[in-house]
């Protein structure tokens, strides 16, 4: 008699960009495909990018995007590293400073704070999962 193959369990702790593309394509269109449109009408598109969207709305967008993957997925390390460091780029590409020196040293501040605040909401979002019963 020929024998049944069982289904191969996936790992529930390995990342996996099949697992993570809607949240991925979500950070890429919430931190370059806005604020390049915005960028496109000039000063005032510069000072909505500066004063709103690094301030308040970036962290926001993190919060969002992450908590609702670590609440679908699970705790992961890959996850927030990659779209900190896309939310980071973000910062390089569109976002205009009056000085050199003022833009590397506030890119690797915003880096730094985007980075954790991803780690932070989808560790939030893992701890969500886990209360209402999810592993």
Request: charged letters at 15%; proline letters at 3%.
């Amino acid at each position: 008699m020929a024998r049944k193959l069982k289904p191969v369990k996936k790992d529930k702790y390995r990342f996996s960009l099949e697992d993570a593309k809607i949240y991925l394509s979500a950070v890429i269109i919430l931190f370059h495909i806005i604020p390049m449109i915005i960028s496109f009408f000039g000063e005032t598109g510069q000072s909505i990018l500066t004063n709103m969207f690094m301030m308040i709305l970036n962290p926001i967008f993190i919060f969002v995007v992450c908590c609702f993957y670590g609440a679908r997925y699970g705790f992961e390390w890959k996850f927030p590293l990659i779209a900190g460091l896309l939310a980071a780029a973000s910062i390089m590409m569109y976002y205009k400073f009056a000085g050199i020196n003022y833009f590397i040293a506030s890119s690797l501040i915003y880096l730094i704070v985007y980075i954790i605040f991803a780690y932070a909401f989808t560790y939030t979002g893992g701890f969500i999962k886990r209360l209402m019963g999810g592993v």
